[in-house]
């Protein structure tokens, strides 16, 4: 698989994929990485990328024609043609499709990814018209310029590749990974004591010592019965959603054993269950 960076800050990156488990898959041969410096394609000798927006307003805006010209110098596919091809020009943009750990999974099956970092107040609308195939966004607020984001959709694209981490089913069993049926069909030998996500935020993990500052580690993850390490694990990643991410559960993968566990969460001490998120009640809108 292989990423291109467009950036007008390509020292951003310098060191940032030097280490860890990014090093190691470009090293592997199974990642490559190239970083492009948007003023080179420039012809002004001021190596201008940037100019006042039409209709007035703050800031600047970045020009089409460099970042045209540098999508074109990397001889992609046409645009119409590209998903066909495995490749995609994404534009970093706070007004982007949020990215998540399912477009994370899209973008692993894609052979070359393109990513475009905005800057300054914006990006000319017609570089999303005519060059990018789609526009994301790492979250609901606003960076300094893309070069972030484009990290983060990088690592946690690539680290969904085959080969890359040191155990395939690292990436399927933490938060926001497939259901318990889905991984069953993929990892040989059943799946022990882990439990899959589901669309939930992971459950806790603990390590020696057994005992850290007067916190032990719950007894049950040593009683080497793994059906119950399973639904604790399931109710600890459900109570962990339910505390941080509650917005989560209305789109989870939830059985009736879940459902109820939730209920008896929200209930108020001494009082009657009140219905989990995303369950259906008589009362519910």
Not at 44 to 66: A, N, Q, S, Y
Not at 130 to 143: K, M, N, P, R, T
Not at 152 to 166: E, K, S
Not at 180 to 197: F, K, M, P, V, Y
Request: aromatic share 6%; hydrophobic share 40%.
């Amino acid at each position: 698989m292989r990423f291109d960076i467009i950036t007008i800050f390509p020292g951003f990156f310098a060191g940032i994929f030097e280490h860890g488990v990014v090093k190691r898959a470009i090293q592997g041969g199974l990642l490559a990485v190239e970083v492009h410096d948007l003023r080179q394609f420039t012809h002004d000798r001021h190596r201008t990328v940037d100019d006042r927006p039409f209709g007035g307003g703050e800031g600047m805006v970045l020009k089409p024609e460099p970042l045209a010209e540098a999508v074109e110098h990397l001889r992609l596919a046409p645009k119409a043609e590209r998903a066909a091809q495995g490749e995609t020009v994404i534009l970093l943009s706070a007004q982007g499709r949020r990215f998540s750990q399912a477009v994370a999974r899209e973008l692993a099956q894609a052979k070359r990814v393109v990513l475009l970092c905005g800057r300054y107040e914006g990006v000319d609308e017609r570089v999303n018209e005519l060059v990018a195939d789609q526009e994301l966004s790492i979250g609901d607020y606003v960076l300094s310029g893309g070069e972030l984001g484009a990290a983060v959709v990088l690592d946690a694209a690539m680290r969904l590749l085959p080969g890359v981490l040191g155990n395939d089913a690292s990436s399927e069993n933490e938060s926001f990974g497939p259901a318990d049926e889905l991984l069953q069909n993929r990892i040989a030998g059943g799946l022990n004591s882990t439990h899959g996500a589901g669309g939930l935020l992971d459950y806790p993990h603990y390590t020696r010592p057994a005992e850290f500052r007067g916190l032990a580690v719950p007894e049950v993850l040593s009683s080497g019965n793994h059906e119950q390490i399973r639904r604790w694990r399931r109710e600890q990643a459900l109570k962990k959603t339910l505390r941080n991410r509650p917005d989560l559960l209305c789109d989870a993968e939830l059985s009736a054993e879940d459902r109820s566990y939730l209920r008896a969460l929200e209930a108020p001490a001494g009082g009657p269950e009140a219905p989990a998120r995303g369950a259906q009640s008589n009362d519910s809108v």
